[in-house]
């Protein structure tokens, strides 16, 4: 059976024949879902624009010890440097904006808060939100094989964002237009 590679996001360095055990969270994902066993083959990524090829070594309980092969150029990233000024939108609505953004290969994602949100966040909910978003944008990377993780810049009001200076091109989608 053609089993898909599973790819994971570890926020560490990696390189090339080494080692490192798996976080408890990861390792009961790949073992109890995905059934990996010694022996596997799995793609760790880090966001520096590389895949890495490795194999299981071993399970205990949920940790799990993986050796690092070797280091593969991963997807091609686009060449334009985009940013994704968002709105933010009620519940599902911003995990699926910004999940296609990444499939799509934006390089930052901008939150703002405009005369019409309907959420105002602030303080710790706020940066539960912005937690719960980095890891819709690590999903999709660990999805759609993209091995650059886009930017996740502090949300800002419309206005704030609007007030910095830019040499930069924006564009504004206008659904009146």
């Given at each position: 059976a053609d089993m898909r590679l599973s790819r994971i996001f570890k926020d560490q360095d990696l390189a090339p024949d080494s080692q490192l055990v798996l976080p408890e969270r990861t390792g009961h994902y790949l073992v109890r879902v995905l059934k990996l066993r010694p022996g596997d083959a799995l793609?760790?990524?880090?966001g520096d624009g590389f895949d890495y090829a490795c194999e299981l070594i071993s399970v205990k309980r949920d940790?799990?010890?993986?050796?690092v092969n070797t280091r593969l150029p991963a997807v091609a990233e686009s060449p334009l440097r985009l940013t994704l000024v968002q709105a933010v939108g009620k519940g599902d609505r911003m995990d699926y904006s910004l999940q296609k953004a990444t499939e799509l290969g934006v390089a930052q994602?901008?939150?703002?808060?405009?005369?019409?949100?309907?959420?105002r966040l602030q303080g710790a909910r706020l940066a539960k939100r912005m937690a719960h978003w980095h890891g819709v944008l690590v999903a999709a990377c660990e999805q759609s094989g993209r091995a650059?993780?886009?930017?996740?810049?502090?949300?800002?009001?419309?206005e704030?964002?609007?007030?910095?200076?830019?040499?930069?091109?924006?564009?504004?989608?206008?659904p009146r237009a």
């Open positions: 793609v760790l990524f880090n940790a799990l010890t993986v050796h994602v901008q939150p703002v808060f405009t005369a019409r949100t309907e959420v650059t993780l886009p930017l996740l810049a502090d949300a800002l009001g419309l704030e964002w609007l007030d910095q200076p830019s040499e930069e091109a924006r564009y504004v989608l206008d």
